[in-house]
């Protein structure tokens, strides 16, 4: 009985000094091992984010520095592509100075053609529209205006994008052109609008003054005369509802315009344009360019809704105004 007394004491003794030498461990020692696998952890995160990182960088193409007018990071393809391209170019180059080169339609009369005639088919395109294809100067700007001129080139939040009848320049400005119809023996004038909207405006060739009571439109109304071989075109009763250009240029229901259209050439129609409305800007402006002739296209079929090709700029993706509505223009 001694002898097992005396083993269960050195046991417990043993227990207690184990005990001991486990309280005196700082805690510091204790989660040593923890510390260790989280070191090794981060570790392991960072080299598989690096290594991601090297395989997507190595992935995407390199950036060139510019070289003979070619613009960074576009591909400019082998010699063979080269010439080809050259050669197409030159042959576009050479149909359009063949293009130019020919007479300007006249009528019976000896009255200039600015659209189509029985024999010569072509609609009227735009050269650049951004960011001044006028080249406004200077625009008198009250301060409103220019507040929501900056606006909108930031949002784009545009009416036309909405397939909106869009006047003045706008109307011009579409990637698809416009024809001109002039039928006189009604004395009138038509613009249609091929893309976009897909609308048509109409100018009255007959003497006729503007009408006291305007119902106002996107349009406006217009009544035209010629002198000599421009087509002199005045222009009233505007909505607000549209963008007379890109956003540069806002409007109110003052607006008047005077358009003068001049075919320079065969290819190339000259359009100008004077702003006045005093309910944005402080006196009137006007700016300028040319419209090219495309020639044996006519006017077809075009669904602005289709696809719904425009969705960022009808509704956007929210990320600095609200752009969920789809009713407001």
């Known amino acids: ?102 007479a300007i339609p006249h009528a019976a009369d000896g009255h200039v053609v600015i ?23 200077d625009v008198p700007y009250q301060p409103w205006a220019k507040a929501l001129a900056d606006d909108r080139r930031t949002h784009q939040l545009e009416p036309h994008a909405r397939c909106k009848p869009s006047g003045v320049a706008r109307q011009f400005f579409t990637p698809y052109g416009v024809e001109f119809v002039e039928l006189r023996e009604l004395q009138r004038a038509y613009i249609f609008d091929i893309g976009g909207p897909h609308t048509y405006r109409t100018i009255y060739l007959d003497g006729r003054s503007h009408p006291a009571k305007l119902e106002r439109t996107f349009y406006g109304h217009s009544v035209g005369h010629w002198e000599g071989d421009t087509l002199v075109v005045d222009t009233v009763g505007f909505n607000e509802d549209f963008w007379m250009d890109r956003g540069m240029l806002p409007h109110t229901s003052q607006l008047h315009t005077i358009e003068r259209f001049t075919r320079t050439a065969f290819d190339t129609l000259r359009y100008e344009v004077t702003i006045d409305d005093p309910g944005a800007y402080s006196a009137p402006f006007s700016g300028r360019m040319d419209l090219k002739w495309e020639d044996g296209t006519e006017l077809f079929e075009y669904v602005c809704q289709e696809e719904n090709y425009a969705p960022t700029l009808m509704v956007g993706q929210g990320t600095k105004v609200d752009r969920s509505s789809l009713i407001v223009p």
Do not use: H, Y
Not at 4 to 29: A, H, K, L, T
Not at 35 to 55: G, K, M, S
Not at 115 to 137: D, S, Y
């Open 1 to 102: 009985m001694r002898s097992n007394r005396s083993i269960r004491s050195r046991r417990s003794e043993r227990s207690s000094r184990s005990r001991c030498v486990r309280s005196n461990v700082s805690n510091d020692e204790r989660f040593e091992p923890l510390e260790r696998f989280e070191r090794f952890e981060r570790f392991v995160v960072a080299a598989v984010l690096f290594t991601v990182a090297a395989t997507v960088s190595a992935q995407q193409p390199r950036q060139q520095p510019p070289a003979d007018g070619v613009q960074v990071a576009v591909p400019r393809g082998n010699a063979s592509d080269e010439r080809r391209d050259a050669d197409e170019q030159a042959r576009i180059a050479a149909e359009r100075a063949k293009l130019a080169s020919r």
């Open 115 to 137: 659209g189509q005639t029985a024999r010569e088919k072509g609609v009227w395109l735009p050269g650049p529209v951004i960011p001044n294809p006028l080249g406004f100067k």
